[in-house]
């Protein structure tokens, strides 16, 4: 399996994080990194970036993968090009005609990428039930924690004995 190599070789030398960086904003979390996902709708990053392993998830979408299937599901190109467009990038030169690794690999390599960032999210879900809350999920909630200041919204002038309470402006500043 020539062509597998080749998938290798060029994931090995492709930083994720850097590749991500290029389309969206990532942000370091601890030792992993946050980005915001660029297949939904979002202000903050729900998208997991775990550099070491070359892999991502999205706990708003739950897309995930590796490095080709970013590329190809960012750019609109099938598993061979990803995969060429990362060598000519990375200064690999392919082994395998990219044709025949796309008409081999590409099924199989993305599957294969999917179900391994599943597996990790899943197990990472999983020990940060028992340990606490993980920091990725932790911030979260954190940007809707009402702040001390919400404790008494009403504020300025009017006081406790308006006519109006100010419902709206204490479900604003809570948010
Ligand atoms: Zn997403």
Redesign the pocket.
């Given at each position: 399996m020539a062509d597998r190599s080749d998938i290798d070789r060029v994931r090995e030398a492709t930083d994720l994080v850097e590749l991500i960086s290029e389309v969206t904003t990532v942000k370091r979390s601890g030792r992993s990194f946050m980005a915001v996902?660029p297949?939904?709708e979002?202000k903050t990053p729900?998208?997991s970036v775990d550099r070491a392993r070359g892999l991502y998830h999205?706990f708003?979408?739950g897309?995930s993968g590796d490095v080709f299937t970013f590329v190809s599901e960012t750019q609109g190109v099938e598993f061979g090009d990803a995969l060429e467009l990362l060598a000519r990038k990375t200064g690999i030169t392919l082994t395998q005609d990219p044709a025949e690794a796309r008409n081999r690999g590409r099924r199989g390599a993305a599957i294969d990428a999917i179900r391994r960032a599943i597996e990790v999210y899943n197990q990472r879900l999983r020990s940060a039930g028992e340990a606490g809350p993980a920091p990725t999920i932790g911030s979260l909630p954190a940007r809707r924690r009402p702040g001390t200041a919400c404790s008494r919204p009403t504020g300025s002038g009017a006081g406790s004995t308006s006519r109006f309470p100010g419902a709206s402006r204490v479900r604003r500043c809570c948010w």
């Open positions: 996902c297949f939904h979002e729900s998208m999205c708003g979408c897309k």
